[in-house]
């Protein structure tokens, strides 16, 4: 256990549906992110948040729309995505200044059918 | 962001002491380098950080030499559990948040 929960741990979606992933923290953390895992590929970082602001986007399409309401929970609402967006989607979160560890969740598996 | 090389896979028999390395040959002075272990589906989880020279805690240590240039994770006397994706990250903060990339890692199997 983490202390990082995301929910749900499989989901399978057709292109024309629309869905969240949810993302909880119980690290009194104040940063939280987005990486992207495909089959056997690097993770890609896809967005920060840091004290409830979005500090970076790295060039994610606009079908992934991440919100974040309060410093423990973040989404990441999804779609008219792809086949190609197929993957592990994974929540981390980390302290302020001073920390450099990511404390990641189990992840959410997606399928795009 | 340091970019970071290490080798793709490595293999180690049960009860053998396993050292990975990894190069990040243009480490900025602020950077750390930081060590994570994945198991498939799942998130990847924090083994051990440094800044210079040596580091160790319970699972692992890690080696710095003084250009910095270069680390190594040594895990003493692996077991079969210990088969997973290593991952080696060179990154500082930036303001409060991390933007820390990883790179392809280094799948170690362990076998009896």
């Known amino acids: 256990e983490t202390g990082v929960t995301q929910t749900p741990r499989h989901l399978v979606m057709g292109m024309t549906n629309k869905k969240s992933l949810k993302c909880e923290q119980h690290?009194?953390?104040?940063?939280m992110y987005w990486y992207k895992q495909s089959a056997k590929k690097p993770l890609e970082l896809m967005f920060v948040?840091?004290?409830?602001?979005?500090?970076e986007n790295n060039s994610v399409p606009s079908r992934f729309s991440p919100e974040c309401p309060n410093s423990s929970h973040l989404f990441l609402h999804l779609h008219t995505l792809q086949p190609e967006d197929s993957a592990l989607y994974l929540c981390?979160?980390?302290?302020?200044?001073?920390?450099?560890?990511?404390?990641f969740g189990s992840g959410t598996q997606l399928s795009v059918l | 962001l340091a970019k970071t090389t290490q080798p793709i896979s490595m293999d180690s028999y049960e009860g053998q002491e396993v050292n990975i390395t990894c190069s990040h040959n243009?480490?900025?002075?602020?950077?750390?380098i930081t060590w994570y272990q994945q198991f498939p589906s799942q998130g990847p989880r924090f083994i051990i950080q440094?800044?210079?020279t040596k580091v160790t805690n319970e699972v692992a240590s890690l080696f710095i030499p003084a250009d910095r240039k270069s680390s190594t994770l040594s895990l003493p006397r692996v077991s079969l559990s210990d088969t997973a994706v290593y991952y080696c990250?060179?990154?500082?903060?930036?303001?409060?948040?991390?933007?820390?990339?990883f790179g392809t890692g280094t799948r170690l199997q362990v076998t009896l």
């Open positions: 440094g800044y210079k």
């Open positions: 981390a979160s980390s302290q302020d200044k001073g920390k450099r560890k990511l404390f």
């Open positions: 990250l060179v990154g500082a903060y930036t303001g409060t948040a991390s933007k820390l990339t």
């Open positions: 690290l009194g953390h104040n940063a």
């Open positions: 243009n480490i900025a002075t602020n950077d750390y």
């Open positions: 948040y840091s004290l409830e602001e979005r500090v």
